[in-house]
């Protein structure tokens, strides 16, 4: 079966434009988690769903940071009016049950965002 | 914030040793897991250790926690060239916070 899937693999943009990131959790895997991995790093949580419920989003460093997962399913991230300092590797994950940080996580391979 | 921290940054051996690699954490914790990250990849679980387990194996992974020390190593024994990888311990503080080192970049040499 498919794996987590993100689109873009690579994204460059200028600062201050918008940047929407793609992820396609496994089918049926209630919890989907964002990451954020700046170069040499390790990961920073960003925000997690868990079925309907209200999403964690405590991660989120600023407010130019949303997500949104549709239908239980595809989530987009959003960056607004980017900053060279967005510049990073942004992962997704998904696991198959609510209390994902007890079951492994299977992971996207990521999309690269650069700003120029 | 960080919470699990892994022991040694790199670590650079020959085909067919071992590597241990070490990861300290600060607090309680539910469970802790391991997982591989080939360059330009995704993260891959390797192996989920629950905090009243003690000594866990698959294959040629070999986990260890002590809770006591708030410590768990990674043994990968007879190492191969494709084990060249980053490895990142994450521990689960509640059912939805996890949080992962900085890793550790194995690279073996053939």
């Known amino acids: 079966g498919a794996g987590v899937s993100q689109s873009p693999s690579n994204k460059v943009t200028e600062k201050g434009k918008d940047v929407e990131l793609r992820c396609d959790p496994i089918?049926?895997?209630?919890?989907l988690y964002w990451y954020r991995q700046s170069l040499g790093q390790g990961l920073e949580f960003l925000i997690y769903?868990?079925?309907?419920?209200?999403?964690?989003k405590s991660g989120l460093p600023s407010d130019r940071f949303s997500a949104e997962r549709t239908g239980g399913s595809v989530s987009t991230l959003t960056i607004q009016r980017t900053q060279q300092e967005d510049s990073a590797v942004y992962l997704c994950?998904?696991?198959?049950?609510?209390?994902?940080?007890?079951?492994?996580?299977?992971f996207g391979d990521g999309t690269r965002l650069s700003i120029l | 914030s960080q919470q699990g921290e892994e022991d040694p940054q790199a670590l650079s051996i020959q085909e067919g040793e071992n590597a241990t690699m070490n990861c300290s954490y600060k607090?309680?914790?539910?469970?802790l897991q391991w997982y591989r990250q080939n360059s330009g990849r995704g993260l891959v679980h390797l192996i989920l250790?629950?905090?009243?387990?003690r000594e866990k194996h698959s294959g040629r992974l070999r986990v260890t926690l002590d809770t006591s020390k708030k410590s768990s190593s990674l043994l990968i024994t007879a190492s191969r060239a494709a084990d060249t990888a980053s490895y990142f311990c994450?521990?689960?503080?509640?059912?939805?916070?996890?949080?992962f080192g900085a890793g550790t970049r194995l690279t073996v040499k053939p």
């Open positions: 089918s049926g895997h209630t919890a």
């Open positions: 250790i629950r905090s009243n387990e």
């Open positions: 607090t309680s914790i539910n469970n």
């Open positions: 994450a521990t689960a503080i509640n059912n939805n916070d996890m949080r």
């Open positions: 769903f868990q079925g309907n419920s209200a999403p964690d």
């Open positions: 994950a998904s696991s198959l049950y609510g209390q994902g940080a007890r079951q492994p996580q299977h």
